[in-house]
């Protein structure tokens, strides 16, 4: 069973910046695909970005194309999310979640990080 802890969030002003580690504990998540979400209060929970197992190939929605950047250390069972020219919009609680290898399902999930975002 792979446990997901999400660190990084809090406070910031619009045009700011974070970076959101996940770091993952009681398995490796070396093989996996990771991904972000999150989820803006009164909201359903949304797609962010998302790494295969080395980081060579990611995505992104398009409301952060060009602004956050995820990356992956093997090497120390963590994934990042580089959140840069923050906006109000970008507020909300943000997840990480371990991929299953070979399916497009996600099979755990951290309890999340609160990021807020001023204007």
């Known amino acids: 069973q792979v446990q997901l802890v999400e660190s990084g969030g809090g406070l910031v002003q619009a045009g700011g910046s974070l970076r959101l580690s996940c770091t993952a504990s009681?398995?490796?998540?070396?093989?996996?695909?990771m991904g972000w979400f999150r989820q803006a209060p009164g909201k359903e929970r949304d797609f962010v970005a998302a790494?295969?197992?080395?980081?060579?190939?990611?995505n992104y929605a398009d409301s952060v194309k060009g602004r956050f950047a995820i990356s992956r250390d093997n090497a120390k069972n963590t994934v990042y999310l580089q959140m840069n020219s923050l906006k109000p919009e970008d507020t909300a609680v943000y997840y990480c979640?371990?991929?299953?290898?070979?399916?497009?399902?996600?099979?755990?999930w951290g309890q999340g990080t609160q990021v807020t975002v001023s204007s």
């Open positions: 790494s295969n197992w080395n980081g060579g190939r990611t």
């Open positions: 979640a371990a991929g299953r290898v070979g399916a497009n399902k996600y099979d755990f």
């Open positions: 009681g398995g490796t998540i070396s093989l996996r695909p």
